[in-house]
């Protein structure tokens, strides 16, 4: 199970020019009213992904494709190297690539060693946190891999990498002092990434250099594993303050979480009483549509245009 990109507790802390206590109805008891705002903050995760054509929190992703010569796929004649243009944005590392010739039924896949490819936009997570749209969606891959031999389309690629922000939340309790958290999704922390730990008062943040995954992740044809579902981040300093299980740890730049709380807005409004409340004028109050306009312009520029 994965989190959504805001949760209750996060949105009910924020102002959003809404009361949560009508939501979905005046006279909800605290159970229906938890339950909807449950299912507004998965609403709006699932816009924001909608509208970016992607992910935005971290996933493992595989292309696969033919080349050189066709789509996404091409080789510089100049110089030889390969170069991949991935299907998701925000590329922030490469985890695997493989090669079998075309024409070969089954595929024969062969494992290209590590260092041969590389981000051409690589991230550097250690700077710190991440406040705006990182890596790019090109893979350079070492002369010699991708080439002319079999002709146009002669190779099968398949690039396996990740893309998008960590984002997860805590499994169970944390206390001061702990340089372990047990979460629900590993992805993408093994990099060394910043994010917070979204609880209140007590929020603070949070650097990880090293993820495990209870399980990894088996990538397709034999090209490997990758840390990727539940699992245990260690913490590149001790936690200052206790957290409980739910607390959602995120590298999620902040304009991004913003969106989520607009687009949870949106979400609300477009259920509860309130909707009809009339202003002094005697006219509907409470329109969506601006909102909804200022949680497209923040996610224009993180959006897949490819």
Not at 95 to 110: E, G, I, K, M, N
Not at 196 to 214: I, K, N, R
Request: charged fraction near 10%; aromatic fraction near 6%; glycine fraction near 10%.
């Amino acid at each position: 199970m994965t989190t959504p990109y805001i949760t209750p507790a996060m949105l009910t802390s924020r102002p959003a020019g809404i009361s949560w206590a009508v939501v979905p109805t005046l006279n909800a008891d605290t159970a229906a009213q938890q339950a909807q705002l449950e299912q507004v903050c998965w609403v709006a995760t699932s816009v924001l992904d909608t509208y970016c054509r992607q992910p935005l929190r971290a996933t493992v992703k595989t292309d696969t494709r033919p080349g050189p010569g066709m789509p996404r796929v091409a080789m510089d004649r100049a110089t030889g190297a390969g170069i991949l243009v991935t299907e998701h944005r925000h590329v922030t590392d490469t985890v695997a690539l493989a090669l079998a010739p075309a024409r070969t039924y089954p595929a024969a896949w062969s494992v290209i060693p590590l260092g041969q490819y590389r981000p051409r936009h690589p991230v550097f997570p250690g700077a710190g946190l991440s406040t705006g749209p990182v890596g790019g969606h090109t893979v350079d891959v070492a002369p010699g891999h991708i080439d002319a031999r079999w002709g146009r389309g002669g190779w099968l690629v398949q690039l396996s990498y990740i893309s998008g922000w960590p984002h997860t939340s805590l499994t169970a309790a944390a206390k001061a002092g702990d340089t372990q958290i047990s979460v629900d999704d590993v992805t993408g922390w093994a990099q060394g990434w910043s994010g917070m730990a979204y609880d209140g008062p007590a929020t603070e943040q949070v650097t990880a250099p090293t993820a495990t995954a209870t399980t990894p992740l088996v990538l397709p044809n034999g090209a490997g594993t990758v840390h990727s579902g539940p699992g245990t981040v260690t913490l590149a300093a001790p936690l200052t303050q206790p957290h409980p299980a739910g607390t959602v740890v995120s590298a999620l730049p902040a304009d991004v979480v913003h969106a989520a709380v607009l687009a949870a807005t949106v979400q609300a409004l477009e259920t509860i009483d309130a909707i009809a409340t009339q202003s002094l004028s005697g006219e509907l109050a409470g329109g969506t549509g601006a909102l909804a306009t200022e949680v497209e312009m923040i996610l224009d520029d993180y959006r897949r245009v490819m």
